[in-house]
């Protein structure tokens, strides 16, 4: 009966509206993350706008080693945005559930160590004002190798045997073929068995447990899933129980998924899931174009995933993960194709950017904290929300040479990937412009100039290397 009455929580739109008005007001007083009231495409955190950017060495992170320092590394070159899995592939020490003895878990007892590791990064991110996004569920934590390693698997607990809950012994294919039946735990879900209700209860129970620590924190946003390939209604159930238990202590809080094809495009099966329903994605995590696409294809795939977010229900859009090392062969590329992609969601319209752990990304090595710095700079002329993308205005434009976000007459951002030099059409700005370089590679201001209006003026790169032009109206 519980899950029925999640699955009817979003039913009732007009009192689902009010209910959300409601509880935005109340997120406003106490300082919860949330899109930002005057430009929804943003995001707000204790009253003020915020853009978030980050990298960090690993993806679970409140499991890592170190953590405090590493969260103050983040701080220090103006880090605000971490991703947490809510891993079960780490060792039997680092497990969410105890160990009865040395090789058997039980899912009716915690490992207090795993949660309190879990709250612990909690309390420090919000601290330094770093913004969380948890994933609840990785697919990967529950096929092929680390299916081998799961509490979950019956081989290893002794709640259940593989005839009791319907799971077979091994899972060698790829997560992404799905037909691992813990997904499909739900009712109506397309494997869906009564066995599965067992499962079930143990999820539930996981994910109350979470809450139970991350509810009483505003830095958090919840992603469902790590590039899932499921049914649409497993997130979406989980969506609902989130914001349920929210709702109980009188708070909102965003919620999406991050569903793997994304990367397609206009080809993309479940993005226009995301498109058409910011009921439940009230945020999009459109990570995956990070992948396999570069240099102008990027630019345009990630254009319009944009401007399809945004076109019925505007929301901030966030990267988590920013591939670029490694040159896996799913097209993750170098390191250097990472800060490029990192640099063109900035002045595409992201709300949120954070490179990708390594190796298929740059983490937070000295390229990672050189943007990031570099962004903060850029944020001292002029705040990324006032900006639109405006390529028209560059001419004499190689592929993937530069990239350009403005306010057309006021203030102009361009990007230079790697020197180069552009026309940028400045006939109908009159006056004077102050123009002051920032460098990728380094983090740092070079130089300043003054650039006059009213033609067309050549914008060439000091040196070799990643660079960005802030332009600026005098007076």
């Known amino acids: 009966m519980r899950r029925i009455i999640h699955l009817l929580f979003l039913t009732c739109p007009l009192v689902t509206l009010l209910a959300q008005q409601k509880l935005t007001a109340l997120n406003d007083d106490q300082g919860e993350i949330q899109p930002w009231s005057k430009n929804v495409r943003y995001w707000q955190y204790k009253g003020e706008p915020v853009l978030l950017v980050g990298g960090s060495k690993t993806d679970h992170l409140f499991l890592a080693d170190g953590l405090l320092e590493h969260l103050d590394d983040i701080k220090e070159v103006g880090g605000n945005f971490v991703r947490n899995t809510m891993c079960q592939r780490e060792g039997k020490e680092l497990k969410p559930y105890a160990l009865v003895n040395d090789s058997l878990f039980d899912l009716d007892q915690w490992n207090e160590d795993y949660w309190t590791k879990f709250q612990n990064m909690l309390k420090w991110t919000n601290e330094r004002d770093i913004i969380v996004q948890i994933e609840v569920w990785d697919r990967f934590d529950y096929s092929q190798k680390y299916w081998e390693i799961s509490p979950w698997n019956p081989r290893l607990n002794v709640n259940y045997g593989y005839e009791d809950i319907g799971f077979d012994e091994k899972y060698p294919l790829h997560p992404s073929k799905d037909v691992q039946p813990f997904f499909h735990a739900i009712p109506n879900m397309p494997r869906y068995d009564k066995k599965l209700d067992l499962i079930y209860k143990y999820q539930e129970a996981f994910v109350t447990k979470m809450l139970s620590y991350s509810l009483q924190y505003g830095n958090v946003l919840y992603c469902m899933d790590n ?75 990630l254009q319009w995933l944009l401007d399809q977010v945004n076109k019925t229900h505007p929301r901030p859009s966030n990267h988590t993960k920013i591939y670029g090392g490694g040159f896996s062969n799913y097209g993750s590329g170098g390191q250097e194709d990472g800060i490029e ?27 990672a904290k050189a943007s990031i710095m570099a962004v903060r700079l850029l944020e001292s002329q002029m705040k990324l929300w006032e900006l639109k993308p405006h390529m028209e205005l560059l001419v004499d434009r190689s592929p993937n040479e530069a990239y350009l976000a403005a306010w057309p007459g006021e203030k102009y951002a361009l990007y230079f990937t790697n020197s180069g030099s552009v026309g940028l059409d400045l006939t109908k700005s009159n006056g004077t412009f102050t123009l002051k370089w920032i460098s990728i590679t380094e983090g740092t201001s070079y130089k300043e100039e003054k650039i006059q209006g009213g033609a067309v003026k050549t914008i060439t790169a000091p040196f070799k290397g990643g660079w960005v032009a802030a332009l600026t109206r005098d007076n």
């Open 227 to 301: 590039e899932t390939t499921t049914d649409a209604l497993w997130g979406q159930y989980w969506i609902n129980f989130i914001k349920a238990k929210a709702k109980e202590q009188g708070i909102s809080v965003g919620t999406t998924d991050m569903f793997d094809d994304v990367h397609k495009g206009k080809e993309s099966l479940s993005a226009p899931i995301i498109f058409n329903d910011g009921e439940h994605y009230t945020f999009a995590d459109i990570s995956q174009v990070n992948s396999r696409n570069f240099d102008d294809t990027h630019w345009h795939e």
């Open 341 to 367: 992609r990192f640099w063109r969601n900035i002045l595409a319209g992201s709300a949120a950017v954070r490179f990708h752990r390594g190796p298929n990304g740059n983490n937070l090595n000295d390229r």
